[in-house]
């Protein structure tokens, strides 16, 4: 079985400064997918990050980075020079081979950005 | 109309009603997803289906009836709900094996 916590449950950024939400997972198998989604207000979950296990180089979408640590099964996310338009609630997933492509997200993360 | 599209966008019903809600994808995907989201609660992940087959269903309660009547279309029948049933029911669709799943507005759905 796979699990997906996220021990944040909000967080808060100045406008312009960087956060890092933390996401952590468990899985036994090898070949896995690692995703970052955003639900803001609107309640449209939007995708906006993935990670290949099986890539060592850390994924990077504009301000999105990921810090993927596979040993500590970790897999954090970075949004740098935050804009009011990222506060939303973010939800980490994990997507295993052997589950099709069945995901298990995390419970979330609310980020809220100040002016 | 592009991405995955659901209506209605909210519904509010009566225990004894029958209504369904629709879920149409516009992506060419194979495998569409019902997802249940309550408050304080992670996704809950309720029908998968593959080529317009059902793949899982997780322990959902008989009132919630899945269709797929082709590959583009995901229908939920709801029958005889409880209150505990009102959330916000999401869509989804993906490429069978791509894993990256892309969501619809949702129905916000009320149970009196």
């Known amino acids: 079985a796979q699990t997906v916590t996220q021990s944040q449950p909000e967080m808060s950024v100045q406008e312009a400064e960087t956060v890092t939400l933390s996401c952590t997972y468990d899985?036994?198998?090898?070949?896995?997918?690692l995703f970052w989604y955003k639900q803001p207000p609107s309640r449209q979950m939007i995708l906006v990050i993935r990670?290949?296990?099986?890539?060592?180089q850390n994924a990077t979408e504009n301000r999105f980075s990921v810090n993927f640590q596979k040993a500590a099964k970790s897999f954090s996310l970075k949004i740098s020079d935050s804009q009011l338009g990222d506060a939303a609630m973010y939800f980490c997933?994990?997507?295993?081979?052997?589950?099709?492509?069945?995901?298990?997200f995390g419970e979330g993360t609310q980020l809220t950005v100040n002016p | 109309e592009t991405g995955v599209t659901q209506t209605p966008r909210h519904l509010v019903m009566g225990m004894t009603n029958k209504k369904s809600l629709k879920c149409e994808q516009h992506?060419?995907?194979?495998?569409m997803y019902w997802y249940k989201q309550s408050a304080k609660k992670p996704l809950e992940l309720m029908f998968v289906?593959?080529?317009?087959?059902?793949?899982e269903n997780n322990s959902v309660p008989s009132r919630f009836s899945p269709e797929c009547p082709n590959s583009s279309l995901l229908n939920l029948h709801l029958h005889a709900l409880q209150p505990e049933d009102s959330a916000l029911y999401l869509c989804?669709?993906?490429?069978?094996?791509?894993?990256?799943?892309?969501f619809g507005p949702g129905t916000r759905l009320t149970v009196l």
């Open positions: 989804a669709s993906s490429q069978e094996q791509g894993f990256e799943q892309f």
């Open positions: 289906y593959n080529f317009k087959e059902q793949t």
């Open positions: 997933a994990l997507g295993v081979e052997t589950s099709g492509s069945r995901l298990t």
């Open positions: 990670q290949e296990a099986y890539k060592q």
């Open positions: 899985t036994s198998e090898s070949d896995y997918y």
């Open positions: 992506l060419g995907h194979n495998a």
